[in-house]
């Protein structure tokens, strides 16, 4: 038989071993083409944030009235909780607390003012922390362990804002502590007191797993 022939059979016998392949036992059958991911554009990964002004109007803005069309903008872009938390800034007793905060030790120079709406007893409930920190002015001193290490002093007011219609201010804690030498590093210091205790006519509710508050300050039923 030439090379030709050969090559013919070869060919013949992988075709029937193929056929007969096919036709006994089970086929596993082909799994389906999954569709192609759309791309991730930016428009997608990210919400589009919302322009209330163009860069020239407000180019043409006093600095006043800058800041404020930029609150704006910034709020028309939170949501609802994020607003709701955020409004709280333009209440009073904000600016009170906030003013206390840096009244109540004077060396403590830092400031910050954060906020947590998250994981709330009540959804709609605020709790707003006033912080104040000493600067880089703070001893340096070796601990019990002989390594060098900077004085800490902190002062912190938590005002609980509610979930009542009017946002009231439901109760309001402060805390100091100091750690500003070797014996107070190790243990620190630390005062705690109650600045307005907990409003007793503000009251949380739950039933079925709804839950909601009543206060009468406000008139919230």
């Given at each position: 038989m030439n090379k030709f022939g050969?090559?013919?059979?070869?060919s013949g016998m992988l075709t029937a071993m193929a056929f007969f392949a096919g036709c006994g036992g089970d086929k596993k059958p082909a799994e389906p083409v999954k569709p192609a991911e759309p791309a991730k554009t930016e428009a997608t990964a990210k919400k589009e944030?919302?322009?209330?002004?163009?860069?020239?109007?407000?180019?043409?803005?006093?600095?006043?009235?800058?800041?404020?069309?930029?609150?704006?903008?910034?709020?028309?872009?939170l949501t609802p909780q994020q607003l709701r938390a955020h409004l709280i800034t333009d209440k009073p007793e904000h600016t009170k607390f906030e003013e206390m905060s840096?009244?109540?030790?004077?060396?403590?120079?830092?400031?910050?003012?954060?906020?947590?709406?998250?994981?709330?007893?009540?959804?709609?409930?605020?709790?707003y922390s006033y912080t104040r920190t000493i600067d880089d002015s703070a001893?340096?001193?070796?601990?019990?362990?002989?390594?060098e290490?900077?004085?800490?002093?902190?002062?912190?007011?938590?005002?609980?804002?509610g979930a009542c219609k009017g946002q009231c201010v439901i109760e309001a804690t402060d805390e100091h502590v100091v750690k500003m030498d070797?014996?107070?590093?190790?243990?620190?210091?630390?005062?705690?007191s109650t600045i307005i205790p907990f409003d007793k006519t503000y009251v949380r509710h739950e039933e079925n797993g709804k839950k909601w508050v009543t206060h009468e300050?406000?008139?919230?039923k």
């Open positions: 050969k090559l013919l059979v070869v944030k919302i322009r209330l002004y163009t860069d020239e109007q407000l180019k043409k803005m006093t600095p006043a009235e800058r800041a404020e069309a930029r609150k704006k903008e910034y709020r028309a872009n840096k009244a109540k030790y004077p060396n403590l120079k830092w400031g910050s003012v954060g906020h947590k709406y998250k994981n709330m007893p009540v959804e709609g409930e605020v709790l001893p340096k001193f070796k601990d019990d362990k002989g390594r290490v900077k004085g800490r002093e902190s002062y912190t007011i938590k005002v609980l804002y070797p014996a107070t590093y190790k243990k620190p210091k630390v005062e705690k300050k406000c008139g919230t």
